[in-house]
């Protein structure tokens, strides 16, 4: 099954103790329980199941024995094994956040909207609309992204604001020393302004780290902004979802413009991911749902979502309720066809 | 397995091109994007592994050669096979929208509220309670159905408007020039009035066409409505409820009246409706829980939902966690009894 | 695999006729439909799937027959049998409501926070505060419990009240003759006393009986509050959680200091316990997740809990993703390791 990761972030490079790497089996910003440990979790245990063979251990190896393995290889050894046995064809990588991604990996650039705007520097308020629209990148780029999930939620007034309400909004954050932004006229300006150039539009939503509020973050609270932009003829990217998947694949289906994928959470869930990656299959066309794994810090995660929803794909399919041509063809279309099709790769 | 068909629309019997038919396999008011196709679904999936053996085709057969044989055995007698096939004893149907009941299937009305009202004619403000009490049918109809969750939303005002509301409300949409209903006033109207009757009440929740806010359409949010009406003796039908179907479950067990069935869902999900049957018998008691296909334009959907239900309640007994006789039972009793004791059939 | 039932309630002694015993299979506080049944449900089959054969019935016993044997055996044997053969170590019991705790069960006391403060006499608006932290029992308890879903939703205001708002709310209940407790004010300082205390606070999420609005039940709407608590060091459990029980397991990665079960939905799912349990595995670590059965009222219930959540895990874990030994540790972990370092038992 030819795959293109069409979310993902970069790896460290660095070495990192248990401590460092447990971090990034989880979105909890805080360590676990005194005596407990983040590779008690279905994550956890599915680095060891699969990852530790690529390193030359058996599959189920301790933490430990893991950690250490990893350390004698070095990090950039690591990296490398991971990243070519997750054959995954090409990465769209978020790059405004996190680590870069390693350079053997055929990797392709998302920019992050509210990354370029807080990067913005000398903007008056009259001016932060042009500003924005001149820093924005256009060239070598696939996509944008929006993180207004973890901003506001996704909750936000479905229409754009007008020129005047963002020069005021500008104004009240250049006078508060442009903090984070979290404003509600200017990041709906961000996703207006990215619109406007056509290209795919990514959003945060579901579940991420503690950042956000679950509860704000459901993707059918897009309903309005949905249906304001179905006939632009550009492509919504609805990330991750879990746990409204199923939310998501009826707004896959509804409306012509909106795509999904279970990204971040295939990882998570592990030896679950059979059962999440056909609940995004239910009411979602087929040419609407693509693979991402959401990959974050470690290299395991980039293999890991392959190997995973390589594996839940194939659990599916093995009911016989399709036929093996069909299996196939869905196979091609979510794994890579689709990624192919919208980013114009 | 008996089954009635608590919940259905009519089908054409018109000849159909493949965009007219694809209409029909989706619930989006669009196309399927450039170069894709409604055929690359669950549901499209499902219509060519079940429907295309009862038009002499094999299973899987493509979609061009399904819609040539379809072409040529012509509309009627397409319709007859696939209705048939289904094995329904009673379609209960929604007259209110969409194509007639092809005639050899038995079928029972269910009045659209919302239709009644609004095809009202030389009313008055003052008049509209009156005339709408007057044109609503009573005689050989089985049940109403409102579909306020596509005009509002189902976190309406749980109790009734009264006459004085009703009288200025229905003032504002006559001036108006008497537009689509969807003033709350009027429409929960419209359902308290329906209540009177005593008959089973039906309501649509969940996903349907792009028309409506998913977000607004989960059965809890009637939480309020269903406290209200719980001792009137008046069966409160909750159909479809997809993805919202636990949801629903637990409503019909904590309300003495409230009822559900995931029509319309175990279409769409094709392959996937032994999960979605399966969520939906764990909280609701047998006795609340009822078939329906939610069909619309295409005799296949009347089939289809048929099958499909069969092949769901099949395979969730065959883990021997209940006796034989017990799984007989309650196939007695979703499939057919419960609908046969509710509507008084 | 070990139990520790971290909430449950008693259970009742005296015979109980059928229309009694049926009352307790259900959350409804109605009697089913004319002709209907409690037993018609997963929870009435898993009854007399599992509870018959502790019975000395063959699996599968009619309602009848069951009942009857029942009876003969009398109520006290019945429970005795039940408990027994749960094989549950400890029961950490809310003793706020419902019946005792038959006395050969090794139970521990969680107190509910509403009792103890509806249970206040004598007390002035100026005093509430201290009374209700001189009554609250701090000896031999285990935890607390709020029913703040119940009263008013999870969608509470996140930060405690002021001691100003705290006397003026208590006297507006003083003055109403202190009702059942619903003020929002009284209800949030109920809860920041009980985590002075730092023992784990239990909190009802999810669905429950007809008294509840499901639509403010869903545990995210306290992502506000858990944010606000996370660095206190008291654990925050959360009762219930289905079917919000995805959006549950995302809070226990989250936050540092939450917990969940799935206990009540495990025996009323009956069935389809492996399906419940196998999705409240998803996002949560393995060390956040707890037994418990919220048996009320029928040692059926304490004992059914037990049996579906051994079989479940059971069921879980034999697809073989996992390694035997690390099954084996998480099984400890959920059945009675985490409650035992979380309670200190």
């Known amino acids: 099954m030819r795959l293109i990761d069409h979310h993902c972030h970069g790896a460290v490079e660095t070495p990192l103790d ?3 790497f447990e971090a990034y ?4 910003d805080r360590a676990a329980p005194e005596g407990c440990s983040a590779f008690d979790s279905q994550l956890g245990f599915a680095v060891r199941r699969w990852c530790a063979p690529v390193l030359g251990l058996p599959a189920h190896a301790p933490p430990g024995e893991y950690l250490a393995r990893r350390a004698s290889l070095g990090p950039a050894e690591v990296n490398r094994r991971l990243i070519e046995a997750a054959r995954v064809e090409t990465f769209l990588v978020d790059t405004g956040y996190g680590p870069e991604m390693p350079i053997y990996a055929d990797s392709r650039e998302i920019v992050r909207l509210e990354a370029v705007a807080e990067a913005l520097d000398g903007v008056t308020a009259a001016g932060f609309a042009a500003a924005f629209e001149e820093a924005l990148p256009a060239e070598r780029i696939y996509g944008y992204k929006s993180v207004i999930a973890y901003r506001i939620g996704l909750d936000f007034d479905p229409e754009p604001p007008t020129k ?13 020393g442009r903090p984070r932004l979290t404003d509600s006229v200017l990041l709906r300006h961000l996703i207006w302004a990215g619109l406007e150039r056509g290209l795919p539009l990514q959003f945060h939503t579901g579940f991420g780290d503690p950042d956000l509020d679950l509860a704000r973050c459901a993707p059918a609270l897009m309903t309005g902004f949905l249906a304001a932009t179905r006939d632009r003829g550009v492509p919504i990217m ?39 990656v056909a609940e995004s299959l ?3 066309p087929f040419h609407k749902v693509l693979y991402s794994s959401d990959a974050y810090g470690l290299a395991e995660l980039h293999y890991l979502g392959a190997v995973l929803f390589r594996e839940a794909f194939g659990a599916i399919t093995r009911d016989g309720l399709w036929s093996p041509s069909d ?3 869905v196979a091609e279309l979510v794994g890579s066809g689709n990624a192919r099709r919208v980013y114009r790769l």
Chains 1, 2, 3 share one sequence.
């Open 18 to 20: 248990r401590a460092g």
């Open 25 to 28: 089996l989880t979105e909890s």
């Open 282 to 284: 239910e009411l979602a």
């Open 238 to 276: 609805l990330l991750h979802c879990y746990p409204f998947h199923r939310q998501a694949g009826y707004l896959a289906q509804a409306f012509p413009h909106v795509y999904l994928d279970v990204g971040l959470a295939v990882n998570h869930v592990g030896a679950r991911a059979t059962a999440v």
């Open 327 to 329: 299996a196939e063809r």
């Open 164 to 176: 005047r309400e963002v020069t005021r909004a500008a104004g009240r954050w250049l006078r508060q």
